[in-house]
């Protein structure tokens, strides 16, 4: 139980378009769903928590206008790359949580964003 | 801030052989402990957790004791297998800080286990 999936798995694009990568919790519904961004030999840095019905609450630094996050149901959450450019080129992780803070979140598998 | 410090990799083992990957953290409140593993095409999965000093969480044959003295939780199995191999994460969640919700995550380190 407790699958999150992700989609696509990699992309490319080119410079200036927008591109929306979608989160799924296929087995349960996710109260909050975190946004997170990889750089090669870097950290997981959190982007963005949503709760379901609710605006996103956006780490510092991050762009809201640029990194649209629509959690439109308790399974589906959606990040929007806006006008994209190389240095967004990146892997986006996602991960849901059902419940409290006590509870764990559930990690999706990742998206590939190549910018050209 | 709060920040997390673990080991450099890739950590090139053979198999039964004893592992520790260390981690390190900062924290401004009390924080608790994660370690998640990333298998190969795979989203990161909860290994173990500890919540307070002195604890220590187990799962699968691995093992991190939360040292709150050294400000430490370090991962450590006694003989691993091809199949651990992965990257392992170290993260914290502090309660005062981000009530909670918030991982703060170590950049990883790679376990290869060769037979």
């Known amino acids: 139980g407790a699958v999150v999936s992700q989609h696509p798995s990699w992309v490319i694009c080119k410079s200036g378009t927008s591109v929306k990568i979608e989160c799924r919790s296929l087995d349960f519904q996710a109260t909050t769903m975190f946004w997170y961004r990889q750089f090669p030999k870097q950290s997981l840095m959190l982007m963005a928590t949503?709760?379901?019905?609710?605006?996103?609450?956006?780490e510092q630094g991050v762009e809201k206008d640029k990194f649209l996050i629509n959690h439109a149901s308790l399974t589906l959450s959606t990040l929007t790359v806006t006008s994209a450019h190389p240095e967004d080129s990146s892997f986006y992780i996602c991960?849901?949580?059902?419940?409290?803070?006590?509870?764990?979140?559930?990690f999706g598998p990742g998206t590939r964003l190549t910018v050209t | 801030g709060d920040s997390v410090t673990q080991m450099e990799g890739p950590v090139t083992l053979s198999e039964e052989a004893f592992l520790t990957i260390n981690c390190t953290y900062t924290a401004t409140g009390y924080p608790s402990l994660f370690w998640y593993v990333q298998y190969p095409g795979e989203g990161l999965q909860l290994l173990l957790k500890a919540t307070k000093a002195d604890d220590k969480g187990s799962n699968k044959g691995f093992e991190a004791t939360y040292r709150k003295e050294t400000t430490s939780f370090h991962l450590e199995k006694g003989s691993v297998q091809v199949s651990d191999s992965a990257v392992y994460f170290c993260?914290?969640?502090?309660?005062?800080?981000?009530?909670?919700?918030?991982?703060?995550f170590g950049t990883g380190t790679q376990l290869k286990v060769e037979l």
């Open positions: 993260a914290l969640s502090d309660r005062l800080t981000g009530g909670g919700n918030k991982l703060t």
């Open positions: 949503s709760n379901e019905g609710s605006k996103a609450t956006y």
């Open positions: 991960s849901a949580r059902y419940g409290g803070s006590l509870n764990e979140q559930y």
